[in-house]
């Protein structure tokens, strides 16, 4: 009895622990599990009472152990394992189980159809039951293997009885066809079984999500519950539930807080009563559907509290499944407080934010301009921290450098760095950066594809409005295109500044290599000229080139297999080998090529203007050939500027080489014209000199047929003197040596006296001088002189060319209001359209080379010359058969005279002088011809005072200078032995004889001659034929002497 309280709670504890059914971490091994759980327990149960009932039976009943013996036989085999595999199946060995359960089973069931004698229903009960429990615990699959082994086992069963190996079986059918019955019945049983199980497991799963979704139902409605009571007690809002007919049912503790009442002193009242009287106007009057409707209660209210004081809430209704309906309002009076005090200061905020509004706008704009404009300029930015690491680049800079924004982000800009620059530069840039906050300039930098380009670079900080620095930003623009093109035309400038020079053409050219050598990567070059028969190439310019390469290349031959010079000056166009060690140009001179370290060569042909071969420009690679369109650019260049410097060289040896003749010829012309002016002005002197004597002598005067017969030789004499005279002017104007000396001339003074020297010859010729009326009053810019001798001429030709009975006038014409038209009109023959053109030009005498009319053909060519020194110009009107007018237009000066001035009569007589001392004065002539000794002499006779001596050489005068000490002295240039100038020294040189002056009377009457005289010490230059009073005004001026009034 004792031992009863103890083992009573074991057994307990044991027998609840195993009647429940065990649990698993997945779905489905518990339910596996469960359905074992009830398979075991079934076995147990069914067996043990069929013991019970066995042992009943045999006790009361039969009183035969055997049914019993079976019976207990049978519990052994069933109940003991199914106890083993519960044991199990609570311990986790869930597979074990299933299978210990249904292997015994099997087994069992077989030993008891082997042993039993009269019946194989048990077994065949069993075999089905075994089936269905495998179908249930396990799958189909399982199930129909089971079904398989129990036909089989069947079949054995029949095969055993067949051949008596079993007891003896009470059936009315033999065993085969009884095995194939039941194993028929079996399969339908294991066909049935499976569509049950299916069906039993989907039923199952359903049932088992239903309850799954039920509990999580409930368990969300549970914490929704919870979360509602919370929320309706704790919220800080008012919450109130109404009926249908609008009466408080109960409200929350923030109602109570927030109007006063408790929920007892509003549980059935009307929602109205707490609504104003002015308000209640608003409200449906009837109908609590509407009252309550979302539109009446929505929206802001205002409600009174228990005190009588009002508030504003905001208010939500919300209808509630069970008919009522859910109030929730928050209280908005500090919120109206504020809406008040936000609509007195409204206007002002409104205009601050428009303002504001519209300077966002403004900024919006300028940042997205900016952004545009970042994104499309076409100049480079690049900006960096105060680290100076790349943070930002714009497309151009991609563009210009190659370099992506991913490939340069967070490097430093010294990658572009082309080495061009020294540590010095970058100090001073980076130091005008931090001082003046900015540097600009030009750089050198290197692309991502290893060429160098040129920039024009501005660096400045990047600083906010409170002046601290965030960076710095660059931005620059690729002017490698504008550098070179300037380096060319600096080029240019300095090749042409050297040809105008007259710099010699290697120099030319060594600068034009050396230029290309700088620009272009990797090349040498040379410039090769084409000798003077064409057939060979002789070397022009190679600096830096190996001596032994152009030793080799002097002298090429013109041909193909000359390397590329010979072939491009063989074929005239541009020859570009791109690999000398196999191309056939090279096969001759490839060895020397390789040696010099050539691997490619382009030649190009110099050509000139005309497309003349001159030469070659050469251009030696040490890198195969990869110009870029800039290095083309300059190699063009050269190519160009070669071949001008060539031609232009070659043109000026040919100029030179003309000018040195024209020179020799122009001397050779020179000294004819001296060595003519000479011998005719000798002869001349005599004939004009004594011509004058005759006429001047008042002691023996000639009579009027002598004076005619006298004059006559002095006209042709004075003529031969003027061509003479005409021909070394035209000389000088052309050699540029005739010097004008222009002035005020008035008119008045100049025609008398052009009247009066061709009177003569207009009454020779019959032909009536019409001269205008004086005064004049007429002032002109010109040289007197050249004036005068140009309407000489005029009128000459007009009388000359005219008909006897004719007439020749001049008249004015005021070309403008700077310019006088003087006119000589005549009557003449004209002069024929086919031959106006030739008019001008010297030596044509247009068809009177024959006539009697004489004249040189210079005349028209030297006025026209001596007009346009004086700045005037010379025309010309003309019909044959009726006569020609010829006009000159000088500078006028428009005044009117004050005083007028006579113009002379046309006479002109020697002045007399009086001499300082009484007596007599001595002068030396010292000349070698005995005529012009003889008419010195004559000439001096009729001087009073005047003592002379003579000498016929140096020598002889330098004696008589010595021993008489002469006032004055004449001397002749060309004498023979000593010349005048040898002569002058020497008295220039002698103290006793240096004061004299000395005055040259010589034939040597050119420009040259005059100067160079006048440069070695004469006081004074005369010319032969001697004028008689020019001799006799020198001779006065030198000799002190005065003007007799």
């Not at 914490?223 to 007690?233: G, K, N």
């Not at 609509?343 to 300077?359: C, D």
């Not at 046309?906 to 002539?925: H, N, T």
């Not at 005055?999 to 008689?1028: H, R, S, W």
């Given at each position: 009895m004792t031992a009863v309280p103890f083992a009573s709670p074991c057994l307990t504890n044991a027998l609840s622990r195993y009647l429940r059914p065990p649990s698993f971490s997945d779905e489905n091994s518990t339910h596996t599990a469960f359905l074992l759980h009830v398979i075991l327990w079934s076995w147990v149960l069914v067996v043990t009472v069929f013991v019970l009932i066995s042992y009943g039976f045999t006790a009361y009943v039969d009183?035969?152990?055997?049914?019993?013996?079976?019976?207990?036989?049978?519990?052994?085999?069933?109940?003991?394992?199914?106890?083993?595999?519960?044991?199990?199946?609570?311990?986790?060995?869930?597979?074990?189980?299933?299978?210990?359960?249904?292997?015994?089973?099997?087994?069992?069931?077989?030993?008891?159809?082997?042993?039993?004698?009269?019946?194989?229903?048990?077994?065949?009960?069993?075999?089905?039951?075994?089936?269905?429990?495998?179908?249930?615990?396990?799958?189909?699959?399982?199930?129909?293997g089971m079904a398989a082994l129990c036909t089989l086992s069947l079949f054995l069963l029949a095969v055993a009885e067949r051949q008596q190996l079993l007891p003896e079986m009470t059936v009315t059918h033999g065993p085969l066809s009884r095995a194939g019955t039941i194993a028929i019945m079996l399969w339908l049983m294991v066909a049935l079984q499976t569509l049950a199980t299916r069906t039993i497991r989907r039923s199952l799963q359903q049932a088992r999500q239903e309850l799954t979704e039920r509990r999580a139902a409930e368990?969300?409605?549970?914490?929704?519950?919870?979360?509602?009571?919370?929320?309706?007690?704790?919220?800080?809002?008012?919450?109130a539930i109404l009926d249908a007919a609008g009466r408080v049912q109960r409200i929350n503790p923030g109602t109570e807080a927030m109007l006063g009442y408790s929920e007892a002193e509003l549980s059935n009242q009307s929602v109205l009563s707490l609504i104003p009287q002015p308000d209640l106007a608003q409200y449906p009057s009837a109908g609590t559907e509407r009252l309550c409707s979302v539109e009446a209660i929505s929206g802001e209210k205002r409600l009174r509290r228990r005190d009588g004081s009002l508030i504003h809430v905001r208010t939500g209704v919300k209808a509630l499944p069970d008919g009522q309906w859910q109030v929730a309002f928050t209280d908005i009076s500090d919120l109206k407080a504020a809406e008040v005090v936000l609509?007195?200061?409204?206007?002002?905020?409104?205009?601050?934010?428009?303002?504001?509004?519209?300077?966002?706008?403004?900024?919006?704009?300028?940042?997205?301009?900016?952004?545009?404009?970042?994104?499309?300029?076409?100049?480079?930015?690049?900006?960096?921290?105060?680290?100076?690491?790349?943070?930002?680049?714009?497309?151009?800079?991609?563009?210009?450098t190659g370099y992506s924004l991913e490939a340069v982000i967070g490097r430093n800009p010294k990658l572009l760095s082309s080495g061009a620059q020294d540590a010095a530069f970058y100090q001073a840039m980076w130091l005008a950066i931090e001082t003046s906050n900015g540097w600009q300039g030009e750089i050198c930098n290197r692309r991502k594809d290893g060429q160098n380009y040129f920039e024009w670079l501005t660096i400045r900080k990047v600083l906010d409005d409170n002046g601290e620095q965030h960076g710095y930003v660059a931005v620059f623009s690729d002017i490698t295109r504008q550098k070179?093109?300037?380096?060319?035309?600096?080029?240019?400038?300095?090749?042409?500044?050297?040809?105008?020079?007259?710099?010699?053409?290697?120099?030319?050219?060594?600068?034009?290599?050396?230029?290309?050598q700088r620009q272009v990567c990797h090349v040498q070059c040379a410039v090769r000229v084409l000798d003077g028969e064409g057939k060979r190439l002789l070397h022009g310019a190679a600096p830096g080139l190996p001596d032994f390469f152009n030793e080799a290349m002097h002298g090429l031959p013109i041909g193909l297999e000359s390397g590329s010079s010979g072939t491009a000056i063989c074929t005239g166009e541009m020859v570009k080998v791109d690999n000398i060690a196999s191309h056939p140009y090279w096969v001759k001179f490839r060895e020397v090529a390789q040696r010099a370290g050539f691997v490619a060569s382009w030649s190009a042909p110099l050509k000139s203007i005309a497309c003349q071969k001159l030469g070659t420009l050469d251009i030696y690679w040490r890198a195969p050939p990869a110009p870029n369109e800039d290095e083309l650019r300059i190699i063009q260049s050269a190519i160009q500027l070669a071949g001008l410097a060539i031609e232009r060289k070659q043109s000026e040896d040919e100029v030179r080489s003309c000018w040195e003749a024209a020179l020799q010829a122009n001397v050779a012309k020179s000294e004819f014209l001296s060595n003519m002016s000479h011998e005719l002005r000798t002869p001349l002197n005599s004939v004009l000199g004594f011509s004058q004597l005759l006429l001047s002598d008042e002691e023996h005067p000639l009579s009027e047929e002598q004076k005619s017969y006298v004059q006559i030789v002095l006209d042709g004499g004075q003529h031969l003197l003027n061509l003479i005279n005409d021909i070394l002017d035209l000389s000088k104007i052309e050699s540029s040596q005739i010097d004008t000396h222009p002035d005020n001339v008035l008119l008045d003074d100049i025609l008398p006296q052009c009247f009066a020297l061709v009177h003569s010859l207009a009454e020779k010729n019959a032909v009536r001088l019409i001269a205008p009326e004086y005064p004049l009053s007429l002032l002109v810019y010109a040289d007197a002189t050249r004036l005068r001798q140009v309407l000489v001429n005029l009128l000459s030709n007009a009388i000359k060319y005219n008909q006897p009975g004719g007439s020749v006038s001049l008249s004015f014409n005021p070309g403008s209001e700077e310019r006088l038209q003087i006119c000589i009109t005549d009557t003449g023959i004209g002069i024929p359209i086919n031959k106006q053109a030739e008019l001008f030009k010297p030596f044509q005498r247009l068809g009177f080379e024959n006539s009697a009319i004489e004249g040189s053909g210079i005349g028209l060519a030297l006025t026209k010359r001596l007009v346009e020194l004086m700045h005037g110009r010379i025309g010309f009107e003309s019909?044959?058969?009726?006569?020609?007018?010829?006009?000159?237009?000088?500078?006028?000066?428009?005044?009117?005279?004050?005083?007028?001035?006579?113009?002379?009569?046309?006479?002109?007589?020697?002045?007399?002088?009086?001499?300082?001392?009484?007596?007599?004065?001595?002068?030396?002539?010292?000349?070698?011809?005995?005529?012009?000794?003889?008419?010195?002499?004559?000439?001096?006779?009729?001087?009073?005072?005047?003592?002379?001596?003579?000498?016929?050489?140096?020598?002889?005068?330098?004696?008589?200078?010595?021993?008489?000490?002469?006032?004055?002295?004449?001397l002749d240039i060309n004498l023979p032995g000593m010349d005048g100038y040898e002569a002058l020294r020497h008295l220039k040189s002698s103290p006793?004889?240096?004061?004299?002056?000395?005055?040259?009377?010589?034939?040597?009457?050119?420009?040259?001659?005059?100067?160079?005289?006048?440069?070695?010490?004469?006081?004074?230059?005369?010319?032969?034929?001697?004028?008689?009073e020019r001799v006799i005004t020198a001779l006065a001026t030198h000799l002190h002497w005065t003007v007799a009034s």
């Open positions: 009183g035969s152990s055997t049914l019993y013996e079976r019976a207990l036989t049978a519990w052994l085999v069933w109940v003991v394992p199914s106890a083993l595999f519960l044991v199990l199946l609570h311990h986790g060995k869930l597979r074990l189980a299933i299978l210990g359960h249904l292997f015994v089973s099997w087994t069992a069931t077989s030993a008891m159809a082997l042993t039993a004698g009269g019946t194989m229903a048990p077994g065949l009960f069993i075999y089905a039951v075994i089936i269905l429990e495998s179908g249930l615990l396990l799958w189909s699959s399982i199930g129909w368990a969300a409605l549970a914490v929704s519950e919870l979360q509602y009571r919370t929320l309706f007690e704790q919220a800080p809002i008012g919450v609509r007195q200061s409204g206007e002002a905020l409104e205009r601050r934010v428009e303002e504001r509004t519209r300077a966002l706008s403004a900024a919006n704009d300028e940042l997205l301009l900016a952004a545009i404009v970042y994104r499309t300029c076409g100049e480079a930015i690049l900006v960096t921290n105060n680290d100076n690491q790349i943070i930002s680049v714009n497309p151009a800079f991609t563009e210009i070179i093109t300037h380096e060319l035309d600096r080029h240019h400038n300095q090749v042409l500044e050297m040809l105008t020079k007259d710099a010699p053409l290697p120099a030319i050219l060594e600068r034009i290599v050396l230029f290309v019909r044959a058969g009726i006569g020609s007018t010829f006009w000159i237009e000088l500078p006028w000066i428009k005044e009117q005279l004050t005083e007028r001035i006579s113009p002379p009569s046309g006479e002109i007589s020697l002045p007399a002088f009086i001499r300082p001392v009484a007596a007599p004065q001595k002068v030396l002539y010292i000349e070698d011809n005995h005529f012009n000794l003889f008419y010195i002499q004559e000439l001096l006779q009729s001087v009073e005072g005047v003592h002379l001596l003579t000498a016929t050489d140096a020598e002889q005068g330098l004696k008589l200078a010595e021993t008489e000490r002469p006032d004055l002295i004449l006793a004889t240096a004061p004299i002056p000395v005055l040259a009377l010589t034939v040597n009457a050119t420009p040259e001659d005059m100067g160079k005289g006048l440069e070695a010490g004469f006081i004074d230059y005369l010319t032969k034929p001697v004028d008689m």
